[in-house]
């Protein structure tokens, strides 16, 4: 089955130049200029794999409709912005963005952060490795969820149960910026009331068990894990 990429840009010139390079490589595109219109397309029943997504659009801007399809589905949004503050990149990765990136850009590394998180979401839906258990990968990063166990370039690294558990959900949304407060929630659960350092203690952990593997420090906010070449 084609891959099928919803495309959502206003800028005529810009929406035909990525168009014309994702079908170079296969893909299906439906290209739409509004989020309005992109909203139709999530609401049908054949849904796009991945949404390429611009942000200041007529109507609907491309935040809020990256919050609607948060609360339906986990499939995969990077941002084209022409916002270029942190402080815009951090709200378009909040808000459920998994990658972002900032006009002009290369439509050649556009297509390569598409594949590799076209990929990624194909993983995670199909949810099994060969041998019928769960896992995660990322780059060579591997999680077996089965057995809650991590590998590292194919050698087993033994973690705790929180340490895991950070893994897996930074794992899950490569390059996408977690504030300490989510994910004190994420691994500690609602109910824990002590400081958000308990997270920078366990990143240090895991960046001693795991030295080649890029845990990114986003300063004043949080952590996320960086997929290889991003």
């Known amino acids: 089955m084609d891959t099928y990429i919803g495309l959502v840009e206003d800028d005529n010139n810009i929406r035909e130049i990525v168009k014309t390079y994702l079908e170079k490589e296969g893909y299906r595109v439906e290209d739409v200029d509004s989020a309005e219109q992109a909203w139709e397309l999530f609401n049908k029943s054949a849904k796009p794999d991945l949404w390429v997504l611009d942000i200041m659009l007529p109507g609907m801007d491309g935040y809020e409709f990256c919050k609607k399809v948060r609360t339906h589905s986990e499939v995969p949004i990077i941002i084209i912005s022409a916002k270029d503050e942190e402080v815009d ?3 378009g990765l909040e808000l459920g963005g998994d990658d972002y990136l900032t006009k002009p850009f290369s439509p050649r590394e556009l297509v390569a952060r598409v594949k590799r998180h076209v990929k990624r979401w194909k993983q995670m839906q199909k949810g099994r490795g060969a041998d019928g258990e769960e ?7 591997e999680l077996n969820l089965t057995e809650r166990l991590a590998f590292y370039a ?10 895991f558990e950070m893994l897996r959900v930074l794992a899950e949304h490569e390059n996408k910026a977690f504030s300490r407060e989510t994910l004190l929630e994420s691994v500690w659960g609602m109910d824990y009331f002590g400081s958000d350092r308990a997270v ?5 952990r895991l960046r001693k068990k795991f030295p080649d593997l890029d845990l990114e420090t986003v300063w004043g906010y949080g952590y996320r894990l960086r997929s290889p070449g991003s």
């Open 200 to 204: 920078d203690d366990l990143m240090k």
């Open 135 to 141: 896992t995660i990968l990322s780059g060579n990063l």
């Open 89 to 91: 990149k951090i709200l």
């Open 154 to 163: 194919g050698e087993e690294v033994e973690t705790t149960q929180k340490e």
